[in-house]
T-cell receptor, first 117, second 116 residues
């Protein structure tokens, strides 16, 4: 099946610094990717929809200036957590939608565990 | 808005026991329904899906039937294995084939632990 790769798989950063997470669709093009956040022992919450060539669409309550999303190509979306703080520590997961033969399916990256110290 | 409610866990079973994890949903129209599995430290893997009423999704011995009359998509397996230990998420997507497909609403997840 299709593969979505996230990088890095884990990162530790200091408070106040910025961290960039990459999401790549390795063998298909994705005009739309999604970013989710998962708190420990909780479900995944959609943060934003990343649209190739246009601005991302953020869910209510998500700070767009803090979580910068760029979808510069059909195979790459990036999430930058700016001025990170300990409360931003979480598991971030991206997904990309593959359309085929009139159907579609979402494929997920392996996730990035961010720890802000 | 859309929502998914899952049976609360954790669920602990002995190997070869029968598994049911309940899932109900609220949505307008005809959403597609999914079960995803997450192993420790990993991302999500699609386990099975159903895109219309009365469809049955199945994979690796797991099954779930899309019941529109009860707005449910319960996950079942007749005989669980230790390797099935993971977190299971029920999810829905608003429209099959649409550009918003893949924009998923997840249930809270159910932790399954299977003992030998």
């Amino acid at each position: 099946g299709a593969v979505v790769s996230q990088h890095p798989s884990w990162v530790i950063c200091k408070s106040g610094t910025s961290v960039k997470i990459e999401c790549r669709s390795l063998d298909f093009q994705a005009t739309t990717m999604f970013w989710y956040r998962q708190f420990p022992k909780q479900s995944l919450m959609l943060m934003a929809t990343s649209n190739e060539g246009s601005k991302a669409t953020y869910e209510q309550g998500v700070e767009k200036d803090k979580f910068l999303i760029n979808h510069a190509s059909l195979t790459l979306s990036t999430l930058t957590v700016t001025s990170a703080h300990p409360e931003d520590s979480s598991f971030y997961i991206c997904s990309a939608t593959l359309f085929y033969r009139g159907a579609s399916e979402a494929f997920f990256g392996q996730g990035t565990r961010l720890t802000v110290v | 808005g859309n929502s998914v409610t899952q049976m609360e866990g954790p669920v602990t079973l002995s190997e070869e026991a029968f598994l049911t994890i309940n899932c109900t949903y609220t949505a307008t129209g005809y959403p597609s329904l999914f079960w995803y599995v997450q192993y420790p430290g990993e991302g999500l893997q699609l386990l099975l899906k159903a895109t219309k009423a009365d469809d049955k999704g199945s994979n690796k011995g797991f099954e779930a039937t899309y019941r529109k009359e009860t707005t449910s998509f319960h996950l079942e397996k007749g005989s669980v294995q230790v390797s099935d230990s993971a977190v299971y998420f029920c999810a829905l997507s608003p429209v099959a084939g649409g550009t918003s497909y893949g924009k998923l609403t997840f249930g809270q997840g159910t932790i399954l632990t299977v003992h030998p």
